[in-house]
Nanobody, 124 residues
Framework: QVHLVESGGGLVQAGDSLRLSCVAS????????MGWFRQAPGKEREFVAS????????YYADSVKGRFTISRDNAKNTVYLQMNSLKSEDTALYYC?????????????????WGQGIQVTVSS
């Protein structure tokens, strides 16, 4: 059974940084593309970033490009999202997602396994 657990969220001020972590269990981690998504109140879930199995291919949403960095440590079954220069519009529930795939995926419907989500709140 796939289990994804996010951590590292919280309340910060605009301009601050946070690092989210997602630990995966119940899967062969190196066979899975990993992604981060977020959902703000009243809005649809949106793509943030995704990373290939080896970490060699990475994609970002335009809204976070240059500020967020996705990475993975396959030895620890963990994917990270380093978030710098946070803005109030980054406030959302952040989700980790996993899918066995050759290429990084950017649509929520393409992912079959999800974490429970973790709140990130950025005050201005």
């Amino acid at each position: 059974q796939v289990h994804l657990v996010e951590s590292g969220g919280g309340l910060v001020q605009a301009g601050d940084s946070l690092r989210l972590s997602c630990v995966a269990s119940g899967i062969i981690f190196t066979s899975y593309v990993m992604g981060w998504f977020r959902q703000a109140p009243g809005k649809e879930r949106e793509f943030v970033a995704s990373i290939s199995r080896s970490g060699g291919s990475i994609y970002y949403a335009d809204s976070v490009k240059g500020r967020f960095t996705i990475s993975r440590d396959n030895a620890k079954n963990t994917v990270y999202l380093q978030m710098n220069s946070l803005k109030s519009e980054d406030t959302a529930l952040y989700y980790c997602a996993a899918e066995p795939s050759i290429r990084p995926l950017m649509r929520a419907n393409d992912y079959g396994d999800w974490g429970q989500g973790i709140q990130v709140t950025v005050s201005s």
